[in-house]
């Protein structure tokens, strides 16, 4: 029987920090700081003021922050009331949802447009798996969480859902805003084409260990100017980019292949086995006998 349809493979790594529901008193701050992850904010009750970089705004209960990773920021509760909120980090490996992840430092999505999506549904379902482990948590006396592998399924799954809702309300916000000098829209359109014209050569040279030097010669800029562009972009370096799109590659062709070891190396440009296996651990915490399914077949 034929396909009807059939989906691409995906092979990609979701990376959650942090995830956790919480109540701040008022006068309560947190200082200036950063992180290599995105983050997501929700306000529950109350106000909170963030400021990002030299830019400040105040959440409102209903409120969502999306904050780009590397961005400077602090949070504090200037009201007479507890500020209620929930906090995740996250990263994820896409190249694309990190393009859409990463065009501005934050964004500010207004409690009357979370309200159009299914945001505050996930929410209560993801407070719901919370509840229930904590509550065994309490009972068994442990002072570490402790998720069942279902429940470890439904944070994964309610948290794309949440990213997913919230770049929809992005793109549909931007469709609308069509207020921006033209100047920096063609700005922000050179430094996009100029990004992606560095991804497909860093992509086409990814088992040829693809210099940033020599893609930044190509497209006659400095190494500099090469790495600013693609991080403004895809929120991350050119050389971190190549290392997570092997690492999506040696995944694929550790699951879907019986390639030896020695191949899998050669074909993502190590100088041997034992050097992509010195690698591949330190990106997954495990070596690629251990990552690779025990009884594969072919399909």
Known sequence: MDDLYRFPNMINTLQVVGCHFGLQPPGWHYPRHHHHLFELLYCSEGEVVQEMNRESITMRQGDWLLIKSGVRHQSSNLASVDYG???VHFDL???EIRSLLSTTPYRHIHHQDAEQSKLQFYLSELEAVMHRNRSMDTAKQEQQPYLRFEDKLLLHSYTLLIIHDVLNLIREHDSLSRHAPMTDKDASLFTADVAHAIEEKLSLGLCEEAS??????ELNLSRSQCSKLFSKVYGLSPRQYVSRQKLNLAKELLVTTNLPMTD???KLGFHSASHFSRQFRRWTGQ???E?????????
Request: hydrophobic share 35%; proline share 7%; net charge neutral.
């Open 85 to 87: 909120y929930f906090n």
């Open 93 to 95: 490996d896409d190249t």
């Open 212 to 217: 940033v030097a020599g893609v930044a010669k």
């Open 264 to 266: 899998i190396a050669e």
């Open 287 to 289: 070596s690629p006998s």
């Open 291 to 299: 990552f690779k399914p025990k009884h594969h077949a072919v399909q």
